[in-house]
């Protein structure tokens, strides 16, 4: 990724379900106009899903997801349709492939992307080798089924496909993702001072992506940004003319910074922009009260969207692990998943914290948050957790 691409976690992601040889492939390749995915008569060419990032006119940065075909068979076949499972609750869009008649394996699926909330688009392929009433009866068994009006497609003389953009363009889910991380917390002229520690999750000559995301904000709404590590608040504090309206700390920092602060300043971090950004902040700040619940014998899940390998100072392996176990004792029993691991089954966690989810998209983010929701076990994310568990959680602004 070059400096100039929009994140793949900030594109709008459009799924492709259908069954094996469905045409899912040939429909990507027709509206990218490029051969992106690998095409064949033979059921099954597509394994694990397909992430291809791209430019679309009208809809501007986009991760077309190819999936495997939710009909396959066999023990591998059963993996490729988890996997296929995963990318749904990454999608924001999906184009739901009919190329047959739809039976109970399509309404199946069906009711899985309605139960996810993702807007569907029915689509009839193939229709360069049907007679124009086969078209017809497929297309209205189609919307009969998904309760709204499907297309006719083409992938191999186009027909159709433009139609399709101007749909998908239509359908954008109106909270795809907020368009302020910041919110109301800045306005123009503003002072605002990050305080961002360069310690080995940030190798030499990077910033993380929350960091980028956040300053380039904070530069595109004509605010004044000051940069600093923690070694150097205090100077850096007594460089500035008048004390900053904002400081945006690293959540690993936050008392630091918090007893540091001048009383003029507001205080929030990172974390707690993305909770805002990418996931439900009101939920993870009501999960955040159920650290006072914790014992020596409770069970946390740490879940990172990170895959990296562990490190010293890891924030979510390794620092927040660190906190629960000064305050309940050596024995509190602390997992960490990282990636797209997540447990199916919750409930045997008495919290969840997560990270800021700065690599996944917000769909992806919300799925989890529901799904700890609807088995009733309380989530929170870093910032939000190290500012209750160090007592200033009241004190930190929110966007």
């Not at 910074?257 to 001048?262: A, G, H, I, R, S």
Request: negative net charge.
């Amino acid at each position: 990724m070059s400096l100039q691409d929009t994140p793949r976690a900030s594109r709008l992601h459009i799924g492709i379900f259908g069954k094996r040889n469905s045409g899912k492939s040939s429909i990507l390749n027709a509206l990218t106009g490029q051969d992106i995915a690998v095409t064949s008569d033979t059921p099954g060419t597509t394994t694990d899903p397909v992430y291809k990032s791209m430019e679309i006119h009208g809809l501007g940065p986009v991760v077309w997801i190819d999936t495997a075909g939710y009909d396959d068979v066999g023990d591998l076949g059963a993996l490729r349709v988890e996997k296929t499972a995963e990318a749904l609750a990454k999608t924001d869009i999906a184009l739901l492939l009919l190329g047959e008649m739809p039976d109970a394996t399509d309404k199946v699926w069906m009711s899985r992307l309605k139960a996810s909330h993702t807007p569907i688009i029915p689509v009839v392929s193939k229709m360069d080798i049907l007679p124009s009433e086969e078209v017809k009866r497929r297309l209205e068994a189609a919307e009969g089924m998904v309760g709204v009006p499907a297309l006719a497609i083409s992938s191999k003389d186009g027909t159709g496909i433009e139609a399709l953009r101007n749909r998908l363009i239509r359908a954008l889910p109106e909270d795809f993702e907020p368009v302020s991380i910041l919110g109301d917390l800045v306005t123009a002229g503003d002072s605002v001072l990050l305080v961002m520690p360069q310690d080995i999750q940030a190798p030499k000559g990077r910033l993380i992506l929350p960091q980028v995301q956040t300053l380039r904000e904070l530069l595109d709404r004509k605010c004044t940004a000051t940069c600093c590590t923690t070694d150097r608040l205090e100077a850096t504090l007594a460089a500035l003319k008048m004390p900053p309206k904002l400081i945006i700390t690293d959540s690993q920092v936050f008392r630091t910074v918090y007893d540091l602060k001048p009383a003029e300043s507001a205080l929030t971090s990172f974390s707690v922009l993305m909770a805002g950004y990418k996931g439900d902040l009101k939920t993870f700040v009501e999960g955040a009260a159920a650290v006072d619940g914790l014992t020596a014998t409770s069970r946390v899940l740490i879940a990172e969207a990170c895959t990296h390998a562990p490190m010293s100072e890891d924030i979510g392996r390794v620092k927040i692990p660190a906190m629960l176990k000064k305050r309940f004792g050596a024995d509190l029993q602390v997992d960490v998943v990282s990636g797209v691991d997540f447990p199916a089954d919750l409930t045997p966690y008495d919290l969840i914290i997560h990270c800021g989810g700065c690599m996944f998209n917000r769909k992806y983010v919300l799925s989890r948050i529901e799904k700890a929701r609807e088995q009733r076990v309380p989530i929170t994310n870093y910032g939000v957790v190290i500012a209750y568990l160090n007592g200033i959680l009241k004190d930190v602004v929110m966007p």
